[in-house]
């Protein structure tokens, strides 16, 4: 079966297809393309248009902050007129800006910010979920807002502290330490929370000694 399968996949190619290879560069920013485990990212970070926006895009997602009626040509829209920058710069749009750009409307500007405007109060794993963290899916962003109760706890975790999290590696907690070390992260984090954005606490959460251990 296997030798059939082979076949029929090798004549379903072009003539002349050629064999695909990872690039070493970044086709949008020309940064150099990095590899972590089985994935390759770029390393242009805020350099990267892409980035930028897949970020914002991931944000406003409807596992995440579930800004609904934000979609990717809107985040590619609002980038590329130099009107946001980042996640937190959503919650500072204004209608007038809006209503600048093609294709939006009086209702359209209106409904959006309306939902920008619910997005405030997020539950607590959604919020770190949607910074966007890398190997923090939603399933561990519950865990860690189990864990740490906070979005202040978490921030202030130790590698070691992460690493005793059930379910986290040395891979991960390194990421996440990372992320909040920084210094552009923080301050997205502090434009959030200075635009309304809330940062619920977890009841049982927190980092005292016994927390996130279990007793038989």
């Not at 990267?48 to 991931?58: D, M, N, S, T």
Request: charge should be neutral.
């Amino acid at each position: 079966v296997i030798p059939e399968v082979v076949r029929v996949v090798e004549e379903k190619r072009p003539p002349n297809a050629k064999p695909f290879r990872m690039p070493d560069k970044c086709p949008e920013c020309g940064s150099t393309v990095e590899r972590a485990g089985a994935l390759h990212f770029c390393t242009g970070g805020l350099l990267c248009p892409a980035q930028i926006k897949e970020g914002i895009r991931h944000f406003a997602s409807k596992r995440a902050m579930d800004i609904e009626g934000l979609g990717m040509m809107h985040v590619d829209q609002f980038v590329d007129a130099g009107i946001i920058k980042d996640a937190a710069d959503l919650y500072r749009l204004k209608k007038e800006e809006i209503l600048k750009l093609e294709r939006w409307a009086e209702k359209s500007a209106e409904n959006l910010l309306d939902a920008i405007e619910k997005s405030k109060h997020p539950a607590l794993e959604r919020l770190i979920y949607a910074l966007g963290i890398r190997g923090v899916g939603e399933h561990m962003a519950r865990v860690l807002a189990e864990r740490f109760g906070g979005l202040e706890s978490l921030m202030e975790a130790a590698e070691d502290e992460l690493l005793g999290t059930d379910g986290i590696g040395p891979e991960t907690a390194h990421s996440i330490v990372d992320f909040f070390r920084e210094r552009h992260n923080r301050d997205v984090i502090k434009k959030l929370e200075d635009a309304g954005v809330a940062f619920p606490k977890k009841k049982g959460g927190g980092r005292g000694a016994l927390a996130g251990k279990v007793f038989l």
